[in-house]
């Protein structure tokens, strides 16, 4: 119980830290996740390479902070989006390593379009995830699978052995 208290602990003041270039928001809560065998700067560098072989353009990349984003691009091309992001056609791509068990990483990508302009919100409100469908979705779900086969994911859940009722003895 203390190891997890200090995880914990370091977990809180590590995104407390006002040096982190990670935005201040988390992922969407539709945004693709999956654990991955690796520690927190390599599942960010396997992460972003893998997304960049995928022609998914991540512009940005924060080994230490465990982040990295694309700048909108149209999702057809891979080029960047010129004008407003609006619509599903045009898209962006944030990512989050986060550390889980001792040496591994949560990832969670999120795959973002803005279905309207409304200046009177801020901006993060109105990025919505894409369905699961969308072609960008589709090569991230790929991208992570291939993270998982290549350098493991979570481990599987543990079997509970079936409980057996307390023996009686035949005297009652």
């Not at 550390?99 to 990483?105: D, L, T, W, Y």
């Not at 481990?155 to 003895?169: D, G, N, Y």
């Amino acid at each position: 119980m203390g190891y997890c208290r200090l995880i914990l602990g370091a977990a809180l003041v590590a995104a407390c830290q006002p040096n982190t270039t990670r935005p201040g928001f988390v992922a969407l809560p539709e945004a693709a996740a999956t654990e991955v065998r690796l520690p927190v700067r390599d599942a960010t560098r396997h992460l972003a390479e893998q997304l960049r072989a995928s022609a998914i353009p991540i512009s940005r990349v924060m080994l230490r902070d465990g982040y990295m984003e694309s700048g909108w691009f149209n999702s057809r091309t891979g080029r960047p989006a010129s004008g407003r992001p609006l619509g599903t056609g045009t898209v962006r791509v944030r990512a989050w390593a986060d550390p889980a068990r001792p040496g591994s990483s949560q990832l969670s990508v999120e795959t973002s379009y803005r279905p309207v302009v409304d200046p009177s919100l801020p901006q993060r409100e109105l990025d919505r995830q894409v369905p699961n469908n969308h072609p960008v979705a589709l090569k991230v779900t790929e991208v992570l699978k291939k993270l998982v086969e290549r350098h493991g994911g979570p481990p599987p859940p543990q079997s509970q052995p079936p409980k057996t009722p307390p023996e009686t003895s035949g005297d009652q």
